[in-house]
Nanobody, 121 residues
């Protein structure tokens, strides 16, 4: 499966942004999906994950209550709604697909190219 992330940009602190990840291929709906991010000089970190059916979601503590992951299997797309963003949310955001629902990057088999989110204070 190929993944294409989009929706990044510049947003003020306290604002909102929605990231999208479009997948190609007929088997998108069997993959669990995740969002990760990597800030300059830092390691890639887990942000959120959603099961293939959408019935289970997981979030990093740092984004819980502010970010929402969702998916539309009919559109082969997964979303990350980012609300009440903070300057520390600034990073390149990556979407990824995995056979098993996971919060660890090494468990993901396919990765998108990343989209940059910059939050100004």
């Amino acid at each position: 499966v190929q993944l294409q992330a989009s929706g990044g940009g510049l947003v003020q602190a306290g604002g909102s942004l929605r990231l999208s990840c479009a997948a190609s291929g007929p088997t998108f709906n069997i993959y669990n999906m995740g969002w990760f991010r990597q800030a300059p000089g830092k390691e890639r970190e887990f942000v959120a994950a959603i099961s293939w059916s959408g019935s289970s979601t997981y979030y990093a503590d740092s984004v819980k209550g502010r970010f929402t992951i969702s998916r539309d299997n009919a559109k082969n797309t997964v979303y990350l709604q980012m609300n009440s963003v903070k300057p520390e949310d600034t990073a390149v955001y990556y979407c990824a697909a995995a056979s098993y629902l996971a919060t660890v990057a090494s468990r993901y088999d396919y990765w998108g190219q990343g989209t940059l989110v910059t939050v100004s204070s």
